[in-house]
């Protein structure tokens, strides 16, 4: 039997590479014939993992992490038709079964069948079904024919690998948060957060034809990131308000749409930078959003925080100014991006060099051995989507 290794969460704050089970086709004591063992190409970490491993979810020690996975199919179950062994293959992190009510509608980030506790699973994810994550060596996929984005050709594909592997969360989650928005040709839209998530999403207006996109956020460095592909960028630690500074860049303070990329560990602005203030940019992208614009919420909110500020917080229920979001007749859209949604069209402008995501989030691969150091620069604000080599096969 082959070996594994895998990235688990020990504590808060630390992370260690284990040796773990080889996956095998099976869902606990059933067969999994629909499913198939990928050779991990590329896996990345995402900040939502982070929130897992600051201790801010109720996440148990020994999770094996990682839900954005791209590998090489080295077996198939029996019932697989439409894959074969040595296909390089695209995971999003959304797992479904691709029967139910809602896979059939193609919300894909709520399906029925593969979470007990709730709609919607991931891989290594608490709360998200079970899953074994991906940041390891080896993995297995259920319903793969279903649930698995086939690259057409293995050179060409490993040619832009740090590219495609953005395909299993952060590209179509930046995107669709974009959509979701609005954004359109000649729309302005302010974007909250420049880590990788809020890098992709602007990078996903431009592709979209936005005419201006205003990146905020607290770093310096990722603010420097979102310049370099054309961003105009808020430091939030300045003590102007976000409208006056969003006035100072299009002559008016306010946009036509907003993207939330932050989520539920928000900081307050200006002054306030120091102070966890989870309503923060909600309130905010309310405020600076025009009469009948849209927000796309693709941050994580979560229904159990135990670092939360508050007993609200810890249960997720934030001080929002719904009232004025009613009043100014926006329009929320939150929630997992349905992935499967778009990524083989990402995939397409990715191929057809429409996109250059990877320069966009600033991809740096490093070994899995690397990946509590990956962890750690992360966490300090890094302007750097990580991804895990296992095999070395991206370098190589």
């Not at 074969?84 to 919300?107: E, L, T």
Request: charged share 20%; net charge negative.
């Amino acid at each position: 039997m082959a070996s594994n290794r895998g990235v688990a969460y020990i504590a808060p704050g630390k992370v260690e590479v284990q040796s773990i089970d080889y996956p095998k086709l099976a869902i606990g004591s059933r067969r999994c014939d629909h499913g198939v063992i990928l050779k991990i190409v590329s896996t990345n970490i995402c900040g939502s993992d982070q929130h897992m491993v600051r201790g801010r979810t109720t996440a148990p020690a020994g999770l094996i992490l990682g839900h954005e996975i791209t590998g090489q199919v080295v077996e198939c179950g029996r019932d697989v038709e439409f894959l074969s062994v040595g296909d390089i293959v695209s995971v999003p992190f959304n797992i479904a079964c691709g029967r139910c009510r809602n896979c059939k509608a193609g919300q894909t980030g709520i399906c029925l069948n593969v979470n007990p506790a709730r709609p919607g699973a991931a891989y290594g994810y608490v709360d998200m079904g079970g899953w074994v994550g991906g940041q390891a060596e080896y993995v297995m996929v259920p319903y793969a024919d279903w649930n698995l984005l086939k690259f057409p050709d293995k050179d060409q594909a490993m040619a832009k690998i740090k590219d495609l592997t953005l395909l299993s969360d952060i590209f179509p989650t930046g995107f669709h948060g974009a959509v979701t928005a609005g954004v359109g040709p000649g729309t302005i839209v302010y974007i909250a957060g420049a880590g990788p998530v809020g890098l992709a999403s602007a990078a996903s207006c431009h592709l979209l034809g936005a005419a201006c996109v205003i990146v905020g956020d607290m770093i310096p460095e990722r603010l420097a990131q979102a310049r370099s592909f054309g961003c105009e960028t808020i430091d939030l630690r300045q003590p102007a308000s976000l409208a006056d500074q969003i006035a100072a860049i299009v002559g008016v303070p306010e946009v036509d749409c907003a993207v939330d990329c932050v989520g539920f560990e928000a900081r307050g602005h200006g002054a306030d930078t120091v102070v966890e203030r989870p309503a923060t940019v909600l309130n905010a992208l309310m405020e600076v959003t025009r009469a009948g614009g849209a927000l796309g919420i693709p941050g994580l909110y979560v229904t159990g925080d135990p670092g939360g500020v508050d007993d609200n917080a810890k249960i997720g229920m934030l001080g929002i100014r719904i009232g004025l979001g009613w009043a100014k007749s926006h329009s929320f859209h939150t929630g997992q991006c349905p992935v499967m949604k778009y990524h083989r069209q990402l995939m397409q402008a990715i191929l057809y060099e429409k996109i250059h995501i990877a320069k966009a989030v600033n991809v740096q691969t490093i070994s899995l051995d690397d990946a509590p150091k990956g962890y750690s620069d992360f966490d300090k604000g890094a302007a750097t989507k990580f991804v895990i080599d296992p095999h070395g096969m991206v370098a190589a």
